[in-house]
């Protein structure tokens, strides 16, 4: 999930030596069929290009980047260029968000090629790092570790992992930072042709977008962040301050779910839905669902809804049909969509500990964790520990860690941010601190909203606000204060219907609505 220690590079600092530079343009790409099926049904192109394993030293290897396009479809007269995606993660694969631009209101992405890809390690990039697809398994060790015994076990399992991962991983370890991609998406808008990118960023994904203003901002022409990572706290920090974000919108879920009894029948308020949430987690570590869902699939099935606010009627019919009748299907196949089983299904799992692993520092002492732990779990309970196992890995990572850049954009060209309110896996004080730190930015805000990264999904202040941007550059006019640029109205949750007692299958387009914009777990 996510923080920011260490002292800092200068702006001034290039992020590796002179001589790292690339002293000849990469080749241009080449473009072909892609072998998606919904990337092929939206007329998008894909290719790769091969980058140094190591700026520093070029000769020392190659990895290969998957990239993927879908042109402009507007008049070459009313053209804007490139605009370059990332998902989020860190390893979210990003080649399905080449069809982004269908998704804007008023055709205003139609003037760019948006530009989708693979990060080094992630996807179809090659190589592609999978350490050991057990950790994402079904049934496994409680996260809160009630007795020594589980404590150490979960310790063994971190560690191992990250044995794994060193195995696995090899000399790609020590060059998958945030710095190693910005570096790579020189190398893409080189590729490419160009002088300026556009960039649009969600989540992790808008980390990116800041280092790469930062440091390169006359090469940067418009730039959208949405769900706005916090520079300060990469990343320790950082996944101790969603915690509590984290406990207040899964309040916000019950809350919903109590106020709709009639439908899911899992109490009459938030606070009986939450007491039927971890009465249902004590008889799952008892005796498991199906004998596969046990507490910790429960919790990370359900944190999806911490995430989305548009999938809370099917999170609740998943979670009505556990509880009621017994039934973990709806609940399995939420989790799987977020922890696949299959060859590679540990690829964002990976990536995400081998990038935020060697981003900053991290303490190496478990006793300082477990005293963070202890302590935030003592009023934000419902993912703290699952939290810390998740990064635990980082502990014993084995690879190197770098210094993050201060991010500045001072420089920077107008920028949108985009924040909801209560956004768990961003927190606003992050984009107000993004806001800060690029005074030409304009955030938008959705006020009193759940949803992390939630553009493009149909709120018509939000989206508008984009639409404009991306055709004009026009931004709203910048606030005094301390405070969002522009209020809007917030996505909600789709009212259920009394048919929504049984799970809803969630089928292709909802699985692929939910990785494109997965945050940080």
């Known amino acids: 999930m996510t923080a920011l220690m260490a002292s800092c590079l200068s702006l001034a600092m290039w992020p590796y030596p002179a001589d790292a530079r690339p002293k000849d343009p990469p080749a241009g790409i080449s473009w072909g069929a892609c072998d998606d099926g919904s ?8 290719g790769t290009i091969s980058v140094p394993l190591d700026y520093r030293h070029p ?55 948006w530009i989708g890809f693979d990060p080094r390690g992630v996807g179809a990039s090659i190589p592609s790092l999978s350490c050991d697809v057990a950790i994402n398994g079904y049934n496994r060790p409680y996260y809160v570790p009630q007795t020594p015994a589980l404590e150490l076990t979960w310790l063994n399992r971190s560690r191992d992992y990250a044995r794994k991962c060193g195995t696995a991983g090899g000399a790609l370890l020590d060059h998958v930072t945030t710095l190693d991609t910005v570096q790579d998406m020189e190398s893409m808008r080189q590729a490419l042709g160009v002088s300026q990118i556009n960039y649009y960023g969600f989540s992790y994904g808008t980390y990116i977008g800041q280092v790469y203003a930062t440091l390169h901002p006359e090469n940067v022409r418009r730039l959208v962040l949405d769900g706005v990572i916090d520079p300060r706290y990469v990343w320790y920090q950082s996944n101790l301050d969603q915690d509590p974000a984290f406990e207040r919108t899964i309040h916000a879920f019950f809350d919903w779910v109590g106020k709709r009894d009639s439908i899911y029948h899992l109490g009459v308020t938030g606070d009986a839905v939450s007491r039927n949430y971890y009465a249902e987690a004590e008889k799952l570590r008892q005796a498991p ?83 963070d732990t202890l302590r935030v779990s003592l009023t934000a309970p419902f993912e703290t520990w699952g939290n810390t196992w998740f990064n635990a890995p980082c502990m014993t990572w084995p690879a190197k860690s770098g210094t993050p850049v201060k991010v500045d954009g001072g420089k920077a060209p107008p920028a949108l941010l985009i924040n909801d309110t209560y956004d768990a896996a961003t927190p606003f004080s992050g984009a107000l601190e993004v806001r800060r730190r690029f005074p030409r930015a304009a955030l938008v805000e959705g006020v009193g909203g759940t949803m992390h990264a939630g553009s493009l999904f149909g709120d018509s202040c939000i989206d508008g606000t984009v639409a404009t941007y991306l055709a004009t550059g026009a931004l709203p006019p910048r606030a005094r204060g301390n405070q969002s640029d522009k209020k809007c109205a917030p996505l909600t949750a789709p009212e259920p219907s009394a048919n929504s007692l049984a799970p809803q299958s969630a089928g292709q387009a909802q699985q692929q609505i939910r990785l494109r914009l997965r945050g940080h777990r």
């Not at 990337?39 to 894909?46: H, I, R, V």
């Not at 017994?326 to 990536?351: C, L």
């Open 39 to 46: 990337l092929a049904s939206a007329g998008a192109q894909c």
């Open 59 to 113: 000769q020392s290897g190659r990895v290969t980047l998957a990239l993927s396009r879908v042109q402009h479809t507007s008049p070459d007269a009313q053209y804007q260029g490139v605009m370059l995606t990332n998902p989020g993660g860190p390893g979210g694969s990003g080649l399905g968000l080449a069809t982004l631009g269908g998704y804007v209101p008023d055709g205003a992405g139609s003037t760019y090629d």
């Open 289 to 371: 669902a199906g004998g596969i869902i046990g507490p910790d699939e429960l919790l990370d099935a359900l944190l999806d809804a911490a995430y989305y606010v548009l999938f809370w009627a099917d999170d609740a019919a998943a979670f009505a049909a556990l509880v009621n009748g017994g039934d973990p299907a709806g609940i399995k196949e939420i989790y799987d969509i977020y922890r696949p089983q299959g060859a590679g299904g540990d690829n964002e799992n990976a990536m995400y500990l081998a990038t935020e692993c060697t981003d900053a520092e991290w303490p190496r002492d478990w006793t300082r964790w477990k005293i």
